[in-house]
């Protein structure tokens, strides 16, 4: 933002538009010789557009550009920034996300599973301030996509890329739990979160969901988790990133939820059961919600005086047109 420490200066660019008038439009402004063409009986002058024309045109015009700034720049300009410096810590959140087959269950229209967890994400982090956010995803294995941190564009580019069965056919959900636990180990932050979002059993990994779970609350984590899907036949598709074949077919949905209960009873977290689209928007906001914390900021003012800046531009393009008048076209009024 700019501001004036003079603002009643700016009332000299009034004089602009008489100055232009008179130099450029007034008939007795001189530099013309009249010449009557009454007895003139041939064709009609008509004076060609040259090049020399647009050349003076482009210096007339800098010229009233420059004379412009030489106005402003008495007005005292100043650029001024805000910059809010954040004097607490947020609240560190990871999200494990499921990444299994049926994560492609089309009981979530007009998307999927995987597409709606994956856009009530991205809309959970768009209204974050401050909070630093991770990503894992997991399948057969477990895998850290994003450490937690405040970068959120470069979490949801991460976010955006993920694929079903990018980590092979299987549900590790005790894995995806331990490996954000471990990213959350070394963390300053007096409120460390998890939100987990799956629509299955743990069927692989070397770690249990609640041996996880009691790793968590030893830490100070709290999970949320989230178990998405119906119960019962759902029809899906998804694409085997490997062979790049399409897959469809019914799939006899149901998660596991006294596992998920127990997650979040064990870490003090809560239990939620999301069936549609509209239910998982729900329960994303009454997380966001749940999970604030009290933040203190300052608020810095960085002003940085711009008049010089507008006085050499102005005067650079006052002597271009100076210059091209007088040394290129030999002006000589």
Same mark, same amino acid.
């Given at each position: 933002m700019?501001?004036?420490?003079?603002?009643?200066?700016?009332?000299?660019?009034?004089i602009l538009?008489?100055?232009?008038?008179?130099?450029?439009?007034?008939?007795?402004?001189?530099?013309?010789?009249?010449?009557?063409?009454?007895?003139?009986?041939?064709?009609?002058?008509?004076?060609?557009?040259?090049?020399?024309?647009?050349?003076?045109?482009i210096?007339?015009f800098?010229?009233?550009?420059g004379?412009?700034?030489?106005?402003?720049?008495?007005?005292?300009?100043s /650029?001024?920034?805000?910059?809010?410096?954040?004097m607490?810590?947020?609240?560190d959140?990871?999200?494990?996300?499921?990444?299994?087959?049926?994560m492609?269950?089309?009981?979530?229209?007009?998307?999927?599973?995987?597409?709606?967890?994956?856009?009530?994400?991205?809309a959970?982090?768009?209204g974050?301030?401050?909070?630093p956010?991770?990503?894992?995803s997991?399948?057969?294995?477990?895998?850290?996509?994003?450490?937690p941190?405040?970068?959120?564009?470069?979490?949801?580019?991460?976010?955006?890329?993920l694929?079903?069965?990018?980590?092979?056919?299987?549900?590790a959900?005790? &894995?995806?739990?331990?490996?954000?636990?471990?990213?959350?180990?070394?963390?300053?932050?007096?409120?460390?979160?998890?939100?987990?979002?799956?629509?299955?059993?743990?069927?692989s990994?070397?770690?249990?969901?609640?041996?996880?779970?009691?790793?968590?609350?030893?830490?100070?984590?709290?999970?949320?988790?989230?178990?998405?899907g119906s119960?019962?036949?759902?029809?899906?598709e998804?694409?085997?990133?490997?062979?790049?074949?399409?897959?469809?077919?019914m799939?006899?949905?149901?998660?596991?939820?006294?596992?998920?209960?127990?997650?979040?009873?064990?870490?003090?977290?809560?239990?939620?059961?999301?069936?549609?689209?509209?239910?998982?928007d729900t329960?994303m906001?009454?997380?966001?919600?749940?999970?604030?914390?009290?933040? @203190?900021?300052?608020l810095?003012?960085?002003?940085?005086?711009?008049? @010089?800046? &507008?006085i /050499?531009?102005?005067f650079? /393009?006052?002597?271009?047109d /100076?210059?091209?008048?007088?040394?290129?076209?030999?002006?000589v009024?």
């Open positions: 700019i501001t004036f420490d003079y603002p009643g200066m700016l009332l000299l660019i009034a538009p008489p100055l232009i008038y008179l130099r450029h439009f007034w008939k007795n402004r001189g530099g013309r010789l009249s010449f009557s063409f009454t007895i003139w009986e041939k064709e009609v002058f008509k004076p060609g557009i040259y090049i020399s024309n647009f050349i003076l045109f210096g007339s800098l010229f009233w550009i004379f412009l700034l030489l106005l402003i720049a008495n007005a005292g300009p /650029f001024v920034s805000r910059e809010k410096i954040y607490t810590r947020g609240i959140i990871i999200f494990v996300l499921d990444e299994s087959p049926s492609s269950g089309k009981d979530f229209l007009p998307d999927n599973r995987f597409e709606s967890a994956k856009s009530v994400i991205k959970f982090v768009e974050r301030d401050h909070d956010v991770g990503l894992v997991f399948g057969k294995n477990a895998v850290l996509r994003v450490p941190g405040l970068d959120y564009e470069h979490f949801l580019e991460q976010l955006n890329g694929q079903l069965m990018d980590l092979g056919n299987g549900t959900m005790g &894995m995806g739990i331990a490996v954000a636990c471990l990213h959350l180990d070394e963390s300053t932050a007096k409120e460390k979160v998890i939100i987990l979002l799956t629509d299955g059993d743990n069927n990994g070397e770690i249990l969901p609640e041996s996880a779970a009691h790793i968590a609350a030893a830490m100070g984590i709290k999970i949320y988790s989230v178990g998405l119960i019962g036949e759902v029809p899906l998804f694409v085997d990133p490997e062979t790049g074949k399409i897959y469809r077919g799939y006899e949905s149901g998660y596991n939820e006294d596992i998920l209960k127990e997650i979040s009873i064990i870490t003090n977290g809560e239990f939620f059961q999301a069936l549609s689209p509209g239910a998982l329960i906001s009454s997380i966001d919600s749940l999970e604030r914390v009290e933040k @203190r900021t300052r810095n003012i960085n002003t940085r005086p711009i008049h @010089r800046e &507008m /050499f531009i102005g650079i /393009f006052i002597l271009f /100076f210059f091209l008048k007088k040394w290129i076209f030999r002006e009024v």
